[in-house]
């Protein structure tokens, strides 16, 4: 790597983008999934809500002049200018300008007084806050750095403007912008060619992708990257030749980096090897004005003061932090070299020895997994008394600063939040390890505080994975103790030490049953839970609101907040399914959202067209329904998916739903339809599936085998149940056996964490084969168990039914159900009241933390909606879920005996005589 010039500027972002550097080619999207939670947990503390919509976000940027005929309108985190006489472009160079936050309001004069003199369209982060949180450590870096961002009608003007700006701004500095390059020698004026307006397309998951026109006339993706990228036809103008990408090996001065292990906003973390030595070194970088925490302190004072901080202690307790080797700067970037310390991340290392994250574990394995924590929190007292007695607090004590030494003690890494104990703390931590404002007020007297709590927060992880609850009361820790219990009795002195800082009570009207409540009435308190999940729902409901009835997850600001996973539609499904009587209004609301959305739907079950209409022919709605179906059946999109949440899987199961409900037998030819065009594919089915041959019952194989499932049980025609036996080997196939001998599976070819979950994961895929075991095939009936095996957890990150506990409570229910055991029912019980634990009493009702336990919601993927339909399945059996299509038959959860006569009655009707 070199140190000035293009070749750098090429490099550094490859370093921390490109797959080539040992990162995946879908960080970006992951990592824009993270930052949407993150942010959308700012602007409203109760519920998720966009960023931009936060009431007050505090100190302003407004250019001091405006020009006359000039307005301004404001647009997420952006205020956008404009004049009627500017010339607009659909795509073209697009200019964007870094700054410092203390230069900030200079830099916006400079771009207005430009922009207005050249009348060109521009927009700026609206307000300090948001600067902040677009240049956080934990952003996005594919908008790393913009503050300001120009819309230049065509190259020539593009041109001038970048040469104005270059010299206005001369002496400035800012962030570089990842996506883009910079122009010439300036140090905040950065370009990229891209799409100006909202020309997009609409992806079956419901998403939109920015479009543009490459330099052959194609209609392509505005691909908006960490790296800089040009569209295929279209050349670079602004620099004599194009800058050589860098190949090969990367390397910082004697190091050469061998693995990527963390890409951040701020910079990154990279395994490296001295090539002086041969040793494995571990390196930091920090971008310059960039990676900010909330107190505004950057990555390069933070990378800085770290140095600082490993030289001092390492200097007076050895072995309390990673010996620091070098700090250097490398063209713009700082650079911190350590030693690398071999292990495991803490979270590996739980997921890896835990035999609560395993199945059917021994007593003997309990006993040495605790011994095994009491050694790792020893290591960590040892190492934090050491650290106290020189004057300093860690300030992040969590799983992601642990490593666990292959002899089993425990080291801490990651020094950027230790400051002094006369100091404040620094504003920065893992949600669920830093302590709720109303805990830090009360114990603002103790500098140690913050440690305590992260160290007693990470003593919980060890047991459990439900540290990231900061609602959760002692109620729910008492039941969290009763389910932990089932596989072997925590140990007192953990308990005391996980517990330790956890409210003891709570002034709320209604509290949660204690565990020997539980024990002596489950089914009691499972009933009283669905009934107060319902009276939460409804209490969320607020119709007069323009952008949603109930609140909802993150993904439904990037989707629709009208569908069945994350909107109207699939409360509404929820509630009716349960028998609670839906709001005339909320019906009203969910007719009038789903027409006006009703041409910029996708076609899928989960957040299009096929999921509202099943919804609003629940209401009664029934034109409106096979109208929204038949335009499902329409979109171009359905040619080319066929998954069961946003493809014609899904949306034949949605004319079933229909032709249960009608008896048409034209609703049952057009689910015929959408199986013939699934069999058509043949064995080409992967482009049709989720990204990178997607696994699992929403995206996956197993989802279409389940549609087929359902359209034999209504036609009575074995090849689509043959067809789905084929798609069920092709998904275990794919699945991963696991040290305890259960099977899991993958999100995907590329993404390879296993899940035990509903929408990606066993639990999903255990619903399938449960309805298939029927047809005595003998590899399904010998993955079943080891399926099921890999759902049987005590507890999860979540509560919520596609990513959490629900969707195993659902799994466990279903099996139930299908053996007719007691043994199996009991089991199932048992699991369904270890939601519970999650429950949080608002008033009379129930409210359900959702995606990342950090705000209420109440949508099906990951709230309260899909919670009811996991305790309806567990209480009262099958019924006429979102993504399947059981009969209904009402059991008293009370008698066995209609538990058996329910299976015999289902049975003989989904089998319709025509099961091999």
């Known amino acids: 790597m070199t140190a000035r010039g293009h070749r750098a500027e090429a490099a550094l972002p490859r370093l921390d983008g490109r797959p080539e550097a040992g990162g995946r080619a879908n960080d970006h999207v992951e990592e824009t999934d993270l930052f949407d939670a993150l942010s959308d947990a700012l602007a409203d503390e109760q519920f998720y809500a966009p960023l931009g919509t936060m009431a007050d976000p505090g100190r302003r940027f407004v250019p001091a002049r405006v020009a006359a005929g000039w307005r301004g309108s404001e647009r997420g985190v952006w205020t956008a200018w404009s004049t009627p006489g500017a010339r607009r472009a659909e795509q073209g160079w697009k200019i964007h300008v870094s700054a410092r936050p203390e230069r900030a309001q200079h830099v916006l004069d400079a771009v207005a007084d430009t922009c207005f003199a050249e009348e060109v369209p521009f927009k700026h982060v609206s307000a300090h806050f948001f600067f902040l949180a677009l240049h956080h450590k934990h952003g996005a870096r594919s908008q790393a750095g913009k503050f300001c961002a120009v819309y230049p009608p065509d190259t020539p003007v593009a041109a001038r403007l970048l040469d104005r700006l270059a010299e206005a701004l001369h002496g400035e500095e800012g962030a570089y912008v990842l996506s883009d390059r910079r122009y010439r020698d300036s140090r905040t004026v950065h370009y990229r060619y891209g799409a100006f307006g909202r020309r997009s397309r609409l992806l079956p998951d419901g998403t939109a992708q920015p479009l543009l026109t490459d330099g052959h006339g194609h209609e392509v993706p505005d691909r908006r990257l960490p790296y800089f990228v040009l569209p295929d036809g279209?050349?670079?103008?602004?620099?004599?030749?194009?800058?050589?990408?860098?190949?090969?090996?990367?390397?910082?001065?004697?190091?050469?980096?061998?693995?990527?292990?963390?890409?951040?906003?701020?910079?990154?973390?990279?395994?490296?090897?001295?090539?002086?030595?041969?040793?494995?070194?571990?390196?930091?970088?920090?971008?310059?004005?960039?990676?900010?925490?909330?107190?505004?302190?950057?990555?390069?004072?933070?990378?800085?003061?770290?140095?600082?901080t490993l030289t001092a202690v390492h200097a007076a307790a050895e072995g309390v932090c990673p010996r620091p080797l070098e700090r250097f700067t490398e063209w713009e970037h700082d650079f911190l070299v350590m030693e690398y310390l071999e292990g495991l991340p803490l979270v590996t290392w739980i997921n890896r020895s835990s035999p609560v994250l395993l199945a059917d574990r021994p007593a003997a394995d309990f006993d040495r997994y605790h011994a095994a924590c009491r050694r790792v929190l020893g290591s960590l007292d040892?190492?934090?008394?050491?650290?106290?007695?020189?004057?300093?607090?860690?300030?992040?004590?969590?799983?992601?600063?642990?490593?666990?030494?292959?002899?089993?003690?425990?080291?801490?890494?990651?020094?950027?939040?230790?400051?002094?104990?006369?100091?404040?703390?620094?504003?920065m931590g893992t949600p669920g390890f830093v302590p709720p404002p109303a805990l830090t007020a009360e114990h603002r007297a103790d500098p140690l505080f913050g440690d305590r709590y992260g160290l007693s927060a990470l003593a919980l992880t060890l047991l459990a994975p439900f540290h990231n609850a900061p609602r959760l009361t002692a109620a729910n820790f008492a039941l969290l103790r009763r389910d932990l219990a089932a596989g072997s009795p925590v140990?007192?002195?953990?308990?005391?030490?996980?517990?330790?800082?956890?409210?003891?009570?709570?002034?709320?009207?209604?509290?949660?049953?204690?565990?020997?409540?539980?024990?002596a009435d489950p089914l009691g308190c499972l009933t009283l839970l669905a009934e107060r999940t319902a009276s939460g729902l409804l209490a969320l409901a607020d119709t007069d609101r323009p952008d949603w009835v109930f609140p909802p997850s993150p993904r439904a600001f990037r989707t629709n907040t009208v569908c069945l996973a994350y909107g109207t539609a699939g409360v509404v499904h929820a509630l009716c399914l349960a028998g609670v009587p839906v709001p005339e209004e909320v019906r009203k609301r969910l007719r009038e959202d789903a027409l006006d959305a009703a041409d910029t739907l996708p076609p899928g079950l989960a957040v299009g067209s096929a999921g509202v209409g099943r919804a609003l022919a629940r209401t009664g709605h029934l034109d409106e329904a096979v109208d929204l179906l038949h335009a499902a059946d329409r979109h171009p999109l359905t040619a080319t998916t066929t998954t069961l949440a946003d493809g014609r899987a899904g949306i034949g199961l949605a004319w079933l739903a229909l032709h249960r409900l009608t008896r048409d037998p034209r609703h049952l030819d057009r689910a015929a339809a959408a199986g013939d065009a699934i069999l058509r594919h043949g064995t080409d089915l992967a482009p049709t599936l989720g990204a990178h041959d997607a696994r699992g019952l929403f995206h996956g194989r197993s989802g279409l085998a389940l549609f087929l499932h359902h359209l034999t049980g209504e036609t009575g025609e074995p090849r689509w149940l043959s067809a789905g036996r084929a798609l069920l080997h092709e998904e275990l196939d794919r699945a991963v056996a696991l040290p305890d001998g259960s099977l899991s599976f993958a999100d995907n070819a590329v993404n390879r964490r296993v899940m035990p979950y509903l929408a990606t994961g066993s639990a999903g895929i255990g619903t399938v084969l449960l309805r298939y075991a029927a047809t005595a095939d003998e590899r399904l009936l010998a993955a079943l168990p080891r399926v099921l095996a890999d759902a049987r957890k005590v507890s999860a990150l979540q509560a919520g039914l596609h990513d959490g506990f629900a969707g195993l409570v659902y799994l466990l229910s279903e099996h139930a159900d299908r053996t007719q055991q007691d043994a199996d029912r009991q089991?199932?019980?048992?699991?369904?009241?270890?939601?519970?634990?999650?429950?949080?009493?608002?008033?009379?009702g129930v409210r359900w933390l959702g995606t990342g336990s950090l705000r209420f919601s109440a949508d099906v993927a990951s709230g309260s909606a899909g919670i009811l339909l996991a305790l309806h399945r567990a209480l009262h059996g099958p019924g006429d879920d979102w993504f399947t299509l059981d009969p209904t038959h009402p059991r008293d959860p009370r008698d066995p005996q209609d538990v058996r006569n329910s299976r015999d009655s289902r049975d003989s009707r989904d089998n319709g005589g025509n099961h091999p």
């Open 234 to 308: 279209v050349r670079d103008p602004f620099v004599a030749q194009e800058p050589a990408p860098h190949l090969g090996t990367i390397r910082l001065r004697d190091y050469e980096i061998v693995q990527v292990l963390q890409p951040s906003n701020a910079g990154g973390a990279y395994r490296a090897r001295d090539t002086r030595t041969g040793q494995l070194v571990l390196v930091k970088e920090a971008r310059p004005h960039n990676g900010y925490t909330w107190d505004g302190v950057s990555a390069q004072e933070r990378l800085r003061r770290e140095f600082d």
């Open 382 to 427: 040892d190492a934090l008394e050491r650290l106290h007695a020189l004057g300093l607090r860690f300030g992040d004590v969590s799983p992601g600063n642990v490593i666990v030494t292959p002899a089993g003690d425990a080291r801490l890494v990651d020094f950027e939040s230790a400051t002094a104990l006369e100091a404040r703390p620094a504003r």
């Open 491 to 519: 140990p007192h002195d953990l308990w005391k030490r996980a517990t330790a800082f956890r409210r003891s009570g709570d002034d709320r009207a209604w509290t949660l049953p204690d565990p020997g409540q539980v024990d």
């Open 827 to 844: 089991d199932a019980l048992r699991l369904a009241t270890g939601l519970l634990k999650y429950a949080v009493p608002h008033g009379d």
